[in-house]
């Protein structure tokens, strides 16, 4: 494989000024550190039983061939239904707190040996390092929350019954059974591992189908997890081209939880509501991050740079839009290109990329297609602009594009890339109203120095997470709190509460004492419905729930 500290270090050239700077490299190849002997030890995580028949993937920093996995056949998604299945009794039947445990040793394991995995999610992303450690953060920070929480969440709660002291109700939370987990390529850590650990803690088995492209990782953390003391048929992992295995993961799943495009994910959701199988969608975006003319725009400028290139634009929650205040907005330019024109692009295994690579030739195309459709109608690229195939065969330069305009397909589809629109607004209501007119509704970000005016406009905005003065990671970190999209970006919630009840069904115990709700005592019907309508007039005066 190309050695990456040679192809890293190639510096700006002269006359390219305006090109991003490359970042230093790291000495290492993803060669040496995904070996084929790793590559064999991960892959037999994968539940594929018959003929070998194996997919290959390959690494985005070089273009050269990553891995050959084992492709798992709709049989085998059954197979690991049925060995998930015979796993969960046990496991369910554990104290939660015994569950929790598992939950925060993998916490302390993952910190522990956080370079293994920043390393495969390097390999398989092409992403630069500082964004691989953002999903052992947010892993690490999901373990925590669940592992100390979780009893909380499930615990028995009582509720005031049909009659008071009389009736008495418990409300319990049994497991659903086994969850078909499906995920994306663009973060392989946190939404294979990060979205099953609520799974796990409340009882319940994962058949997980990642993204082929970053199986290693997700099969990486099953190891782990079992390290920590997961039985190991409870998480099944199996692999494949999505069209094929997909579907076979939702036909046998008690609940489905689904990340990725909103076209599958309405594919996804017509198949689990035919079995009448509940399923949350975390979907695509087009997020738009609102500039107000009071805002720090040397820390919005910051913001809007972690906002728009973090893992090269390929998170749901990233920044695709940015309005901007007109009194402010050439001020705030000046200052936000600078910064993006700095950014050092590389593929080093290592810390000091600001940004790295895209993961494959569809994602380098759709930005390509974008940014130049949007300059043959018209746009101005205002920095990068252009592919820098002199680094790795899917470098983009992060992008900003002024001149943006409705019929623009970077203007309304999402990009799922470095670049960015500006557009500039002279009222809050126009903000609003422009940040509003998509029919995606997850994650926006506010500027402004004044908290209580970002928490107005945040009420206004149809999204399913507000960031005030920070890009995504205030919301996203905040794990007690849900996390999701509102309209085409999705149903349900991760994180908080909502994170962990989905993946349990509500089961209702309630008892009654003396007597029934029902005419007795020698009541006859009429007398009966004469007494209980004194009652419920009495239980609302003295304000009973
Ligand atoms: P995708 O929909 O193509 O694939 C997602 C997963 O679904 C993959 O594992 C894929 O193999 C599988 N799949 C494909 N066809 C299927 C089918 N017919 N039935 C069942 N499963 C099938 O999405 P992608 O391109 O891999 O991911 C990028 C998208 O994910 C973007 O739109 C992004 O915004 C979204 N995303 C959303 C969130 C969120 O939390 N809202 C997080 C990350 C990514």
């Known amino acids: 494989m190309t050695d990456l500290t040679a192809d890293a270090t190639v510096s700006a050239r002269p006359g390219a000024a305006d090109r991003n700077p490359a970042a230093p490299g790291g000495g290492r190849t993803v060669a040496a550190v995904v070996p084929p002997s790793l590559v064999a030890r ?100 999901a373990a925590r929350h669940y592992g100390r929480a979780a009893h909380g969440y499930l615990r028995d709660k009582r509720h005031g019954g049909a009659l008071p002291l009389l009736t008495h109700a418990v409300e319990a939370r049994r497991p659903k059974g086994v969850i078909g987990h499906i995920s994306p390529w663009n973060y392989p850590l946190e939404l294979s591992v990060g979205d099953a650990l609520p799974a796990f803690v409340a009882g319940n088995a994962v058949v997980n189908k990642p993204d082929t492209q970053t199986a290693l990782t997700a099969l990486w953390a099953r190891e782990l997890l079992i390290e920590a003391g997961l039985p190991a048929d409870l998480w099944q992992i199996v692999i494949g081209d999505g069209p094929v295995v997909g579907p076979a993961v939702v036909e046998h799943a008690d609940y489905v939880s689904f990340t990725g495009s909103t076209r599958t994910g309405r594919e996804v959701a017509q198949r689990a509501a035919a079995r009448l199988v509940g399923a949350s969608l975390e979907l695509g975006g087009k997020n738009a991050m609102l500039v107000l003319a009071d805002a720090d725009l040397d820390r919005a400028a910051e913001g809007a740079v972690r906002a728009c290139f973090s893992s ?32 050092r692009l590389g593929g080093g295994l290592a810390y000091g990329a600001d940004m790295g690579s895209l993961v494959s030739v569809r994602q380098l195309d759709a930005t390509t297609r974008h940014v130049e459709e949007a300059v043959k109608a018209g746009a101005t690229v205002v920095a990068g602009g252009r592919a820098r195939p002199d680094l790795g065969p899917f470098f983009h330069e992060p992008t900003i594009l002024d001149g943006v305009t ?91 509460a909502e994170g962990i009840l989905r993946f349990t069904e509500a089961q209702t115990i309630a008892g009654q004492r003396v007597m029934p709700l029902a005419p007795s005592f020698g009541l006859d019907d009429r007398q009966f419905a004469a007494v209980f309508t004194g009652g419920l007039r009495v239980l609302k005066a003295l304000r009973f729930k």
Request: with cysteine; hydrophobic share 45%.
């Open 42 to 141: 991960l892959a037999a995580g994968v539940t594929a039983a018959g003929e070998p028949d194996l997919v290959e993937t390959v690494a985005p920093l070089t273009g050269e061939r990553l891995a050959a996995l084992p492709r798992s056949t709709p049989g085998d998604v059954e197979v690991a239904y049925e060995l998930a299945r015979r796993a969960q009794p046990a496991w369910a039947a554990l104290p939660v707190r015994r569950r929790a445990a598992v939950l925060l040793r993998f916490h302390d394991l993952l910190l522990k040996r956080q370079d293994e995995v920043l390393d495969l999610v390097q390999a398989e992303t092409g992403k630069a390092r500082l964004h691989a450690f953002e999903e052992v953060l947010a892993v690490a920070m």
């Open 312 to 343: 090269a634009g390929q998170l749901c929650i990233s920044i695709e839009r940015l309005l901007v205040h007109r009194a402010v907005a050439d001020e705030f330019l000046a200052k936000f290109a600078a910064r993006t024109r700095a950014l």
């Open 406 to 496: 409705p019929e623009m397909a970077v203007c309304t589809e999402e990009t799922f890339g470095p670049v960015v629109s500006v557009y500039r607004f002279d009222t809050e209501d126009e903000a609003v109203a422009v940040a509003n007119a998509t029919p995606y509704g997850l994650n926006s970000s506010v500027w402004t120095k004044e908290l209580r005016r970002g928490r107005a406009i945040a009420a206004r905005l149809r999204t399913g997470t507000v960031n005030v003065n920070e890009a995504y990671a205030a919301a996203y970190g905040s794990v007690g709190s849900p996390m999701g999209g509102m309209g085409e970006s999705g149903l349900g919630r991760r994180h908080g």
